[in-house]
């Protein structure tokens, strides 16, 4: 397969003002759409199309089509010192982690580690963030969130699983943090679709067409099922984040967000788990020394490329991204044509 894609190069100043437009002009507030806005620009900055401005479509619809409130605040419960419960209260995650994220840091700064349930949530963007948001103070981050069933489990041609990503941030006082952001399918559905409208044919074990059968072509798979990655390891991980996605947020598992959700083209209602562990009270001071010389070793190895290190050398460069030419079409429409 192979495709010529039209792009067109917009500053970061354009990207979020264009993301803001659109989303004042279809049901959000002012905290709400900035808090987006400022979600999807750092996705562009970073390099990661998959969840920046190619999201935005899809949260318009989900306001557009009534099932999400673009308004909404979310409310926070310390239920247990180390315990925080977020009732997202039927808004987009990225308001309400911005109003929770420094609840749950000051908790695990106080006893050394905490948790944080989100509900009654629509999540739509990458992980990183919340739990690069914790490496910055000090904190050790883990976050995971399940979705509608696109991925089959190791053995099985049918979806049960959502693509279920781990996120995990390590911090390193004086240097970037570690951080990694993964779906525990071969592939994140939102790459895959990108891959269909670029043309680009999919890398092996991605998925199975809807005859059950491999194939690297991502329309075959958009119409099938993508696959855990690593078989039965990545299937395992697939299951852990649904149990920690759901059971331990009192959310939906992806099989009940399929029967649940409107699928207007935007997120389903689900559940987030974030734990937050402090080193300085787990370890004590000697953390930082230690970490470091293990960085220190690693990074002898040839070819070696830290986890996140791509992303912190894109956001580095502040000139200009290309976004695809007609994307920028269906926002600037969407901008420009309000439903509110």
Known sequence: MSATQDTKALTLDEIRALATKALLAHGCDEANAAAIADTVTRAERDGSASHGLFRL??????????KVNGKAQPVIEQTLPAVISVDG????????????????????SQTGIAVMRLYNSFHFAALWPEVEYLADQNLVGIACTCF????????????????????????????????FD?????????????????????????????????????NEVLKGVLLPFGGY????I?????????????????????KQDNNDGGPARGGELIIALSPDLIVGDGWRDHSSDFFKEMEKLEGLRLPGARRHRNRGDEGTRDVNAALITTITDLANTPSV
């Not at 479509?57 to 009534?66: A, D």
């Open 89 to 108: 209260a039927h808004g987009y995650a990225p308001h309400t982690l911005a109003e929770s994220l420094p609840v749950l840091a000051q908790a695990a």
């Open 238 to 258: 697939s299951l852990m984040v649904e149990l920690l996605s759901s059971a331990l947020t009192g959310d939906q598992f992806s099989y009940e967000a399929a």
């Open 233 to 236: 390891k990545g299937s395992a």
């Open 148 to 179: 509608k069933p696109s991925v089959a489990p190791a053995g099985t041609s049918t979806a049960f699983f959502g693509t279920n990503p781990l996120a995990f941030a390590f911090p390193r006082p004086g240097s970037t943090p570690v951080v």
């Open 182 to 218: 993964m779906a525990t399918s071969r592939l994140a559905k939102g790459d895959v679709m990108i891959a269909a409208r670029d043309g680009h044919d999919l890398p092996d074990g991605t998925g199975l067409g809807p005859d059950g059968q491999p194939t690297n072509d991502p």
């Open 57 to 66: 479509p899809g949260y318009i619809k989900s306001m557009q089509s009534g």
